[in-house]
């Protein structure tokens, strides 16, 4: 699974591309193995919360990360990054680290 940011990130790595069509069709085959979930009022809910409490305490994450996780949380999903210390002050997220 994805989120819709997610896939706006990847989208972004298109532009700088000498050969746009190609690059998004290429990610765009990339993505259909995923399925995309949205960010709807629960999810919004779930990252004001914590973009309150991590701003209380000092530890700003990063706008698009704090969306994606607050998507992870509301869809009970685990969050894969290489960075899991990152997310390690939002509430109720699983991050688990990759290499």
Known sequence: MTTRFNV???QVGTEPSADQVAEAARIDAALRAFRTLEFDHIAARI???NE???RGMGRPVRDFDALIA???IHYGQVLVTR?????????GLNPHPVA
């Open 8 to 10: 706006a990130e990847r």
């Open 47 to 49: 990252y004001a919360r």
């Open 52 to 54: 309150a409490s991590v």
């Open 70 to 72: 607050s998507v992870a």
């Open 83 to 91: 960075n899991p210390l990152h997310f390690a002050s939002l509430s």
